[in-house]
């Protein structure tokens, strides 16, 4: 096997742990257990609330910080400059703190994660400048991208591993409901300076106080770094063996994924504030607008996570991310293929919602892939590296549209969702997964 706590990734999975991991009633679970889930889900809270505050007010803000109108060209590519670089550092932190998280500990890099998205979000207020800006949206990115590898390890080597789709489901219900936050945030202060919204992502950082008082390191981790008689193992060790087929195909996958979806997610809410019929309304009434769509979008979203979790009950992981890529591409098509109305626009929405269900099974899904040592800098490196390729594609995309109109390029990004489907059905099954299939469904992680 090598170094311990260096398993094979036929192994993860059935590694030691606390025995009541396979607990089957909620009423069974460990306090640590309820602690852990709790400590996670806020943690993923506040990741939404604070990672959609500048997409719902980036072409007002930055027009402000430019001195210019909202249609100048300048305020296209300056606010998306600074969305690619907070999807940078949202790569950048998946990979760094990942790495303190497997040194450190689960429980102390969570508190980290969130006192830096926090601090940074906040200090957004007081930019002057668009490239002030870009810095503190880069600095908070780092912790934010910490946050998701972060969290995702602590439940999956506490909770009961056969819940794994469900927790992934409430997981990522915890982002939705963060972005509704920010979003219900920036329809209470939509009379105010559009600046504001930022001090709200001071929040999270009262967090910290409880995660450090009342929640412990997983026991599956103090039990790998004794093994591991302090050898760490090093980053390299992503790239050898049999991990490093696993890396390779989720880092695609991810990054594939991830671009389409972040072309999206920024650009849908500018081309709603350009539709033709919104010509004559007011700042405050299309600043509502844009809270409301996108906290449909977000109630879609959760119950996408539940319907995506069901998928990956019925068929395993892989193949249901591969589906709901496929589902998430026909989504855009439908919806962006053509001009619409706004009337028409909603039910694209709704379904586009829905297939952004497929995010929340990564939460579970990659971090059993890798040893327990390299899990959270496996994971968050796969996942979140794909943000350096949404970054890159959030600004060349938003090149093919004409000022103002960002239907071709949400159009041309979901194109990207095509590849991620046939290589997710290259990706593993999990062990425990392996043996619900039918035979001939069951494939060597090696």
């Given amino acids: 096997m090598g170094t311990p706590g260096l398993s094979s990734p036929a192994d993860v999975g059935e590694m030691g742990g606390p025995p009541d991991r396979d607990v089957t009633r909620l009423r069974d679970l460990s306090s640590q257990q309820w602690k852990s889930g709790a400590a996670a889900w806020l943690g993923w809270l506040f990741d939404g609330l604070d990672m959609h505050l ?39 932190g998946g990979g760094f703190f990942g790495r303190i998280a497997d040194r ?12 830096t998205y926090a601090t940074f979000t906040g200090l957004s207020y007081f930019a002057q400048t668009w490239w002030q800006l870009l810095i503190f949206r880069f600095l908070a990115a780092l912790g934010i991208g910490g946050e998701w590898a972060v969290g995702a390890s602590l439940l999956s080597e506490t909770w009961p591993r056969r819940w794994r789709p469900w927790m992934a489901a409430v997981l990522q219900t915890g982002v939705n409901l963060g972005v509704m936050l920010a979003s219900l945030a920036n329809f209470l202060l939509a009379d105010y300076p559009k600046r504001t919204v930022f001090l709200v992502g001071v929040l999270p950082a009262f967090l ?27 980053f390299l060790e992503l790239f050898h063996g049999s991990v490093r087929r696993i890396t390779v195909l989720t880092t695609l996958v991810c990054a594939l994924a991830l671009t389409a979806h972040w072309a999206f997610l920024f650009w849908y809410l500018q081309q ?23 906290t ?12 995506a979790a069901w998928i990956a009950r019925w068929l395993g992981y892989r ?62 490196f796969c996942f979140n590296i794909g943000r350096i390729a949404a970054g890159v594609g959030t ?45 001939d469904l069951g494939e060597d992680l090696t």
């Fill in 54 to 92: 500048y997409v719902l007010v980036a072409a007002p803000f930055v027009a402000e910080l430019l001195g210019v109108g909202q249609t100048d060209p300048n305020v296209s590519y300056y606010s998306s400059w600074i969305q690619a670089a907070f999807l940078f550092g949202w790569a950048l």
């Fill in 104 to 115: 450190l500990g689960r429980s102390r890099s969570l508190m980290l994660t969130i006192l």
């Fill in 208 to 234: 910290v106080l409880w995660i450090r008082r009342a929640v412990p390191e997983p026991e599956e981790w103090h039990e790998a770094k004794r093994l591991s008689a302090d050898t760490q193992p090093r």
């Fill in 272 to 294: 709603l504030r350009n539709l033709p019929e919104l010509a004559d309304w007011t700042g405050t009434e299309k600043t509502r607008l844009v809270s409301k769509v996108m």
């Fill in 296 to 307: 449909a979008v977000m109630l879609s979203s959760i119950a996408g996570n539940f319907l």
């Fill in 319 to 380: 193949r249901a991310i591969a589906w709901l890529c496929l589902a998430y591409l026909a989504a855009l098509v439908a919806t962006y293929g053509r001009p619409l109305e706004l009337n028409n626009l909603w039910y694209g929405w709704a379904a586009i919602g829905l297939c952004q269900g497929v995010f929340a099974l990564f939460t579970m899904y990659l971090p059993p892939l890798f040893p327990t040592l390299l899990r959270t800098t496996g994971a968050g």
């Fill in 395 to 439: 600004v060349v995309f938003g090149l093919f549209s004409r000022v103002g109109d960002y239907r071709l390029a949400i159009l041309y990004s979901g194109f990207l969702f095509l590849p991620a489907a046939g290589i997710a059905w290259l990706l593993p099954d999990l062990p425990d997964e392996r043996r619900k299939c039918p035979p």
